[in-house]
């Protein structure tokens, strides 16, 4: 499945974005879908991710600032971050894979497509 990404930008700290996800051509109806982040100089780690059921989980940096969340007819997925931090500035990745087994949904590797990134900068 394609996947494009939108809503990047430049935010100061305690500001809000949200990320979309679309899919190109269907819908996310079986899909399992994960929000990574990779800053410069680091590794990619998982955000969040979401289960076809709606069965979300969190890393822990950001419990509770961040929701993610699918639109009913299941063709968007949204990365809602509010209370932004400098930390939290890297580029955003979407992942989709169907059937995903949601024990490995913070596996980058249990993703078989991705989005192309949108630059999330927050400043202090």
């Known amino acids: 499945v394609q996947l494009v990404e939108s809503g990047g930008g430049l935010v100061q700290a305690g500001g809000s974005l949200t990320l979309t996800c679309t899919a190109s051509?269907?819908?996310?109806?079986?899909?399992?879908i994960g929000w990574f982040r990779q800053a410069p100089g680091k590794e990619r780690e998982a955000v969040s991710c979401?289960?076809?059921?709606?069965?979300?989980r969190y890393a822990d940096s950001v419990k509770g600032r961040f929701t993610t969340y699918s639109d009913g007819a299941k063709k968007t997925v949204y990365l809602q971050m509010n209370n932004l931090k400098p930390e939290d500035t890297a580029v955003y990745y979407c992942?989709?894979?169907?059937?995903?087994?949601?024990?490995?949904?913070?596996?980058?590797?249990?993703?078989?497509?991705w989005g192309q990134g949108t630059q999330v900068t927050v400043s202090s």
């Open positions: 992942a989709a894979e169907a059937m995903l087994a949601f024990f490995s949904c913070t596996s980058g590797e249990a993703f078989g497509s």
């Open positions: 051509g269907t819908t996310f109806d079986y899909y399992g």
């Open positions: 979401i289960s076809a059921s709606g069965e979300s």
